[in-house]
């Protein structure tokens, strides 16, 4: 049997039609993103006025503070949101509570998912500086060009393995096998999904961002007004995903 077709346009529609039933438990979900990100807008001056904290110390800080929100918080969030939101949108309804409480039995792997991803772009990042090192050579720009090509494609048949490790508790190595089976074939369907995207909400929101920034005159202001923009799109495409991972999961389950 085919793999079945998949339309990025007719799941951008769905996207739409099912994100109101389950943004409200979504955005708790999801709410201490929104709380950093104000803080990381607003929360320089806080600290540096209230407890006179030096730059230099502030700065420490802040990168520590960072490393813990993308190594922890993000994967935690994160496995929580896409448990949520598939459980939901297959009919086995779960709590908000209960997508907290997987997502911390999965935390551990979750995270070296992350990690291992993080790793790949920090590779990808480092080789395509030494192509850029080496651009004396006459095929430099060739060497650079196979270098974001592969990185991009790697990360691309892995970017369903978190989901596997929440959804089915899958081990890494295993959630790592899934992603790139579920992934074969559907490079088109992946790029399509990611330009309609763009398209639908990086390019208003951008365009929005900048009339505020305009109007107001004020960098943080329009900071925050887009890092607000950027949290409701992002819970937009979480759901986005989680029904093309279905439906890729549809279509190979019915190949077999």
């Given at each position: 049997?085919?793999?079945?077709?998949?339309?990025?346009?007719?799941?951008?529609?769905?996207?739409?039609?099912?994100v109101?039933?389950?943004?409200?438990?979504?955005f708790?979900?999801?709410?201490?993103?929104?709380?950093?990100?104000?803080?990381?807008?607003f929360?320089?001056?806080?600290?540096?006025?209230?407890?006179?904290?030096?730059?230099?110390?502030?700065?420490?800080?802040?990168?520590?503070?960072?490393?813990?929100y993308?190594?922890?918080?993000?994967?935690?969030?994160?496995?929580?949101?896409?448990?949520?939101?598939?459980?939901?949108?297959?009919?086995?309804?779960?709590?908000?509570?209960?997508a907290?409480?997987?997502?911390?039995?999965?935390?551990?792997?979750?995270?070296?998912?992350?990690?291992?991803?993080?790793?790949?772009?920090?590779?990808?990042?480092?080789?395509?500086?030494?192509?850029?090192?080496?651009?004396?050579?006459?095929?430099?720009?060739?060497?650079?060009?196979?270098?974001?090509?592969?990185?991009?494609?790697?990360?691309?048949?892995?970017?369903?393995?978190?989901?596997?490790?929440?959804?089915?508790?899958?081990?890494?190595?295993?959630?790592?096998?899934?992603?790139?089976?579920?992934?074969?074939?559907?490079?088109?369907?992946?790029v399509?999904?990611?330009?309609?995207?763009?398209?639908?909400?990086?390019?208003?929101?951008?365009?929005?961002?900048?009339?505020?920034?305009?109007?107001?005159?004020?960098?943080?202001?329009?900071?925050?007004?887009?890092?607000?923009?950027?949290?409701?799109?992002?819970?937009?495409?979480?759901?986005?995903?989680?029904?093309?991972?279905?439906?890729?999961?549809?279509?190979?389950?019915?190949?077999?």
């Amino acid at each position: 049997m085919t793999a079945q077709r998949i339309s990025a346009i007719s799941l951008l529609r769905q996207t739409f039609a099912v994100v109101g039933s389950i943004y409200p438990v979504l955005f708790r979900i999801n709410y201490p993103h929104l709380i950093w990100f104000v803080l990381s807008t607003f929360g320089r001056d806080i600290l540096l006025n209230s407890f006179e904290i030096t730059t230099s110390e502030q700065a420490d800080a802040g990168l520590k503070l960072n490393i813990l929100y993308w190594l922890v918080a993000v994967p935690f969030l994160s496995g929580a949101t896409n448990f949520y939101t598939y459980r939901s949108l297959t009919e086995n309804q779960v709590t908000a509570s209960d997508a907290f409480s997987q997502a911390k039995r999965r935390l551990l792997p979750l995270i070296l998912v992350n990690f291992l991803s993080v790793v790949v772009v920090l590779l990808l990042f480092a080789l395509a500086r030494a192509s850029i090192m080496w651009s004396q050579q006459s095929f430099a720009f060739l060497g650079l060009s196979i270098v974001i090509i592969s990185g991009c494609y790697v990360l691309y048949r892995l970017m369903f393995s978190s989901y596997a490790i929440v959804i089915d508790n899958s081990s890494v190595p295993d959630s790592f096998d899934s992603s790139w089976k579920l992934t074969e074939g559907r490079s088109w369907l992946i790029v399509s999904s990611y330009l309609l995207i763009a398209f639908v909400f990086f390019v208003p929101g951008q365009l929005i961002d900048e009339l505020i920034g305009l109007k107001l005159g004020n960098p943080l202001a329009s900071q925050l007004v887009g890092q607000v923009l950027g949290f409701i799109v992002g819970v937009l495409i979480n759901v986005y995903f989680i029904l093309l991972y279905q439906r890729l999961r549809q279509s190979a389950a019915a190949t077999q």
